[in-house]
């Protein structure tokens, strides 16, 4: 049993920078594929950065450069950084580990940080 919990959010102007974390209860790294999710009102939660448990990190094409997804395995913990930020990443971002055993999917997922960029 994995738990989560996101921290970092709240609100931030136009252009600027936000750091979410995410800490980890339960051993994690080289066990699961970790993930920062979005929900913004009305749409569908999606993918905004991931690391896998190897350490190899991937972005969808709208956030690349300016998302940036890191561990610290000693912390227990993974980050979101996010730069040049604009009203459309108002969202609540989710901290998500993931792993496979056999045919089994196994998904955590923490409580969310609601992110709002207003002026």
């Known amino acids: 049993q994995v738990q989560l919990v996101e921290s970092g959010g709240g609100l931030v102007q136009p252009g600027g920078s936000l750091r979410l974390s995410c800490v980890a209860s339960?051993?994690?790294?080289?066990?699961?594929?970790m993930g920062w999710y979005r929900q913004a009102p009305g749409k569908q939660r999606e993918l905004v950065a991931g690391?896998?448990?190897?350490?190899?990190?991937n972005y969808p094409d709208s956030v690349k450069g300016r998302f940036a997804i890191s561990a610290d395995i000693a912390k227990n913990t993974v980050y979101l950084q996010i730069h040049s930020l604009t009203p459309e990443d108002t969202a609540v971002y989710y901290c998500?580990?993931?792993?496979?055993?056999?045919?089994?999917?196994?998904?955590?997922w923490g409580q969310g940080a609601q992110v709002t960029v207003a002026s």
């Open positions: 339960g051993k994690i790294f080289g066990i699961y594929d």
């Open positions: 998500n580990a993931h792993r496979m055993t056999a045919s089994t999917p196994y998904d955590y």
């Open positions: 690391i896998t448990r190897l350490g190899r990190t």
